[in-house]
């Protein structure tokens, strides 16, 4: 692993915190950045960045059943042994038996014990991946099929090119638009990164979200700055969070003022920083904070 690359990962304890918004800024500031688009669940960065797609990949993950019924006998032994209730009279008159797709767990019980091995059962197709060029750098960001699990593995799919990508072109900085909140696939995406990045808003819950995810940063021993976004629809807040973010040791990325202006620069698919706002100025300052934490963790 190249240690001179930067890897920046933003995260929030929970969605509509302004994160994507965030990341697609800072990194056209970083400029010469690969960007990689882990919110799997809910990918937005391509709204803000308009990419060029130039290739995809299928994703796999996992397995599933598939009864070739010209095969079966509809002896009914699979059905009886799937705990997940996923095979079901099919065909006509219901005489046989077809996997529902979406229920079946991929465990290969009843592949195992079909006594006509009559069950096929083929690698997944979750979703995609994409890589993309874009005003400020290759984004690579992907796509999870409908009722498709396993995100975790896919973050950790984009995480993975976007490195490869970054120390095949020397690029100093991966910038990670993380997912939302504390699951398996926000693990995935905080693992071994140089900084991550919260954003959070001055609410109640916007707190207790905070909480959440410094956790998980100080569990898996990962550097954490704080950046409270629209800190002035509740100044209070924002010093109480900040308060409390730096007594544990977290770093202060700065405040980012509640601004019309960002909305209607989402609707003419800018970023913030692309434009001449008050909040763009603070993102800048928030960029250079940032910059100046990991240059210092790396030195
Ligand atoms: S166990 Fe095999 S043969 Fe029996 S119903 Fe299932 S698929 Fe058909
Ligand atoms: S692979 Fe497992 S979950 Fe899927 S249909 Fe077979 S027994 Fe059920």
Known sequence: MDRCIKELVVISGKGGTGKTSVTASLAVLAGNAVIADCDVDAADLHLLLAP??????????????????ADCTACGVCASLCRYGAIKSAGEDNAGFAVDAAACEGCGVCVRFCPEQAIDFPERLCGEWMVSGTRCGVLVHARLGAAAENSGKLVSTVRREARRLAEAGNHPYIMVDGPPGIGCPVIASVGGATLVLVVTEPTVSGEHDLDRVLSLARHFNI?????????????????????????????????????????????REQTVVETKTPAAADIRRVWEKVREIMSALHA
């Not at 060029?52 to 019924?69: C, K, M, N, P, T």
């Not at 924002?238 to 989402?266: F, L, M, P, W």
Request: aromatic share 6%; glycine share 4%.
């Open 52 to 69: 060029a797609l130039q290739r995809r990949h299928d994703f796999y993950s996992g397995r599933e059943a598939v009864i070739r019924s």
């Open 223 to 267: 550097p954490a700055a704080v950046c409270v976004n629209k800190w002035d629809i509740n100044p209070e807040m924002t010093a109480k969070i900040e308060d409390e973010a730096e007594k544990n040791g977290v770093r202060i990325a700065g405040r980012i003022r509640y601004d019309d202006s960002v909305t209607r620069a989402q609707m």
